[in-house]
């Protein structure tokens, strides 16, 4: 499966017996581990939103309070995502899978039986700690399971679990609500979660481990870097928090230019700045920042955007199932794509897609019809199916197999980032046009869409990825 780290010990069976991926079946008990461990990672970042409601109301807590509930989760994600990466390549990509695995499966039993809001919290933190476990080595296991020639297939399908996962958390919470306590929404995980361990310690591969330690100072100082930009760019959502948010963003700032001079000459940083010197793979990351930024700002302001051209609620929850949808049948197509075409080409294109597209939900008239509008989300979504997996594939692809970990890390550093500055730019658009917000953020999230494509383009000039040693 490629040389090891320098360090590296010895033992890594099935890096010797399948050097390129695992044999079938084997192989398809993996990705259904994989692809079920990272559902219920992401499923768990919105699934609990329709909640809050009740979840304040049982707590006698204010709607205000609530809400870390959801920011808990997210933050601890982030906040401890590369550091995890990074010790997945110390220890092995399936331990540290299987530890996050079965730490999010004990936390989701922890949220079920939370006794106060508190308590809650603490639980979806050390939940999120797990749901990190797992998507920091999700995509460097993909690599590991499947051969290089079929890896954008893999991928392919790991996009579609992740949009899929996504797209339904809502309608999947409301359905549980429908029928039982919010509590059932943390503890359907446990069953789920048992059965996917049991499976994960057959199926996921082997990969190695090395003999070099964790960098606990680069760690602390990443931890610190991400939970107070996350933290300052949640805050910039409320009026009354400007002050606490010019404050983090400030800390995160001086957090993070001494993390940056303590890890930018390591071998092996935490935060890859030696991948980032790779240009295939630094423009392969830009890419999907700014692409998960218009994305995320474009979900965000739909609903409002709906509301203001005179739809009721209702319609509004049937106007958006297009996009995930068309995302769900487009991710898979892409990902055979991306065998055999550039990301470049396929991404760009796709992302122009997503541009057009918003920039026509945009232009929207107050009395279009609904087929008018379903066919402009349909096509931002098949734009965004068709960037997804061959990113995900050229990223991967451009850095060296012993570094997979740390690629597998910034991927889902990158897409998170990009979601939480698209919700933030989200809240400082609403606030700087009070009545037509929704709009104003539909164009900038075009925009940004069509720098993501050009992003994407840039890397039709450089040499193609491939399985680096």
């Keep these: 499966?490629?040389?090891?780290?320098?360090?590296?010990?010895?033992?890594?069976?099935?890096?010797?017996?399948?050097?390129?991926?695992?044999?079938?079946?084997?192989?398809?008990?993996?990705?259904?581990?994989?692809?079920?461990a990272i559902s219920m990672s992401v499923l768990d970042s919105s699934i609990a939103n329709v909640a809050l409601p009740s979840i304040a109301r049982d707590f006698h807590a204010s709607n205000a309070a609530s809400i870390w509930v959801i920011n808990a989760y997210q933050v601890a994600i982030l906040a401890s995502l590369l550091p995890l990466a990074s010790l997945g390549e110390i220890v092995g990509y399936r331990r540290i899978s299987q530890a996050g695995l079965m730490v999010f499966t004990l936390a989701s039993l922890g949220c079920a039986f939370a006794t106060s809001l508190p308590v809650l919290s603490v639980a979806r933190i050390i939940q999120?700690?797990?749901?990190?476990?797992?998507?920091s080595v999700n995509a460097a296991l993909v690599r590991f399971t499947y051969p290089q020639r079929l890896l954008g297939r893999a991928i392919g399908i790991n996009a579609f679990a992740v949009a899929v996962s996504a797209a339904i958390g809502p309608t999947l919470a409301a359905a549980v609500l429908a029928v039982a306590h919010w509590r059932w929404l943390f503890g359907i995980n446990v069953p789920i979660g048992l059965i996917t361990f049991i499976i994960a310690l057959r199926a996921l591969p082997e990969t190695g481990t090395s003999k070099r330690r964790l960098n606990y100072v680069g760690a602390l100082l990443n931890v610190a870097t991400f939970a107070l930009l996350i933290g300052g760019l949640q805050a910039l959502a409320h009026d009354s928090a400007e002050p606490l948010a010019a404050l983090q963003l400030a800390a995160a700032g001086l957090f993070g230019f001494a993390l940056v001079r303590h890890e930018v000459n390591r071998p092996a940083p935490i935060i890859p700045f030696d991948l980032l010197k790779i240009r295939m793979f630094s423009l392969s990351v830009a890419t999907s920042i700014a692409s998960f930024t218009a994305q995320m700002a474009g979900l965000v302001a739909l609903p409002f955007e709906i509301q203001r051209l005179g739809r009721s609620a209702v319609e509004t929850g049937l106007f958006m199932t297009p996009w995930p949808v068309a995302v769900a049948i487009a991710a898979p197509i892409a990902g055979r794509l991306a065998d055999r075409y550039p990301a470049g080409i396929l991404g760009g294109l796709g992302l122009l897609l997503l541009a057009a597209g918003l920039a026509a939900l945009a232009m929207f008239p107050a009395g279009g019809s609904a087929a008018d509008f379903i066919w402009r989300m349909a096509l931002c979504g098949l734009g965004f199916g068709f960037f997804q997996a061959p990113n995900n594939r050229t990223l991967l692809s451009s850095a060296p197999r012993s570094r997979s970990g740390a690629a597998g890390g910034m991927l889902g550093t990158a897409r998170l980032l990009g979601q939480s500055l698209g919700a933030a730019g989200v809240a400082i658009l609403?606030?700087?046009?009070?009545?037509?917000?929704?709009?104003?953020?539909?164009?900038?999230?075009?925009?940004?869409?069509?720098?993501?494509?050009?992003?994407?383009?840039?890397?039709?000039?450089?040499?193609?990825?491939?399985?680096?040693?």
């Design 1 to 36: 499966m490629g040389a090891a780290t320098p360090g590296s010990s010895a033992r890594d069976p099935d890096s010797t017996l399948y050097p390129d991926g695992l044999p079938v079946p084997r192989r398809y008990w993996a990705i259904a581990t994989i692809v079920l």
């Design 128 to 135: 999120g700690l797990g749901a990190a476990g797992i998507m």
């Design 430 to 469: 609403f606030r700087a046009y009070p009545g037509m917000g929704s709009n104003v953020v539909l164009w900038a999230a075009a925009a940004v869409a069509v720098a993501a494509a050009l992003l994407s383009m840039a890397r039709l000039s450089g040499s193609p990825p491939s399985a680096a040693s």
